[in-house]
């Protein structure tokens, strides 16, 4: 039986402001571009991005891994 794995790029109200200006307002690559990496032979994966979907908290996941941001910088320069 595949492990599963939760990939989840979590919602941020200031990137949501940003995010909701553009016209070509595309998912951050993060997460899958790691997923790329994983062996799905082995793996069932699962990405949420917060922005679009809803985290499936009543589904089992062996590994759950969030995102982060460091927006000091990028905020500091639309501010």
Known sequence: MKKSILLIQPE???MNR???KQFNNF???TMPY???FIDEAKYKITLVDEYQQQIPYTQK???VAITAAEQRGHWGLTE
């Open 34 to 36: 790691l997923a790329c």
């Open 18 to 20: 940003f995010r909701r």
């Open 27 to 29: 998912v951050q690559i």
């Open 12 to 14: 941020n109200q200031k």
């Open 61 to 63: 996941f062996d590994l």
